[in-house]
């Protein structure tokens, strides 16, 4: 079984955000997207165990931080990402490449 890992994660305090790349064919051309999930940890006052959860309701005490760790996604989607899109595709033409010319 493959597992689907996030492409990056980021933290600040207890909010945690989860990038993950997902491919669909459209057209028979592979299209790459990503996603975001937010999610936060905490620690029941009974239990030693750190717990996540997706966040469906935000407390006023996580939006700074909800804020911050957004603006890191942000910022890797439109700097990170792109460059490493670029290089996997560079890459991938290098290879087709070499195999023409082994033909």
Known sequence: MVQNLPVKKFRI???D???WENKKKI???EVIF????????FKKKDE???RSEVINNIRRNDISKMM???????????FE?????SLEKES???NNEEVSDDE
């Open 13 to 15: 305090g207890n909010i």
């Open 92 to 94: 991938s033409e290098r």
């Open 81 to 85: 990402a792109g460059k490493e899109l």
């Open 48 to 50: 030693d165990m750190w």
């Open 68 to 78: 911050a760790v957004l603006r890191k996604v942000e910022d890797y989607l439109y």
């Open 27 to 29: 057209n028979g051309n």
């Open 34 to 41: 990503r996603t975001v999930s937010i999610s936060r940890s």
């Open 17 to 19: 955000s989860a990038i």
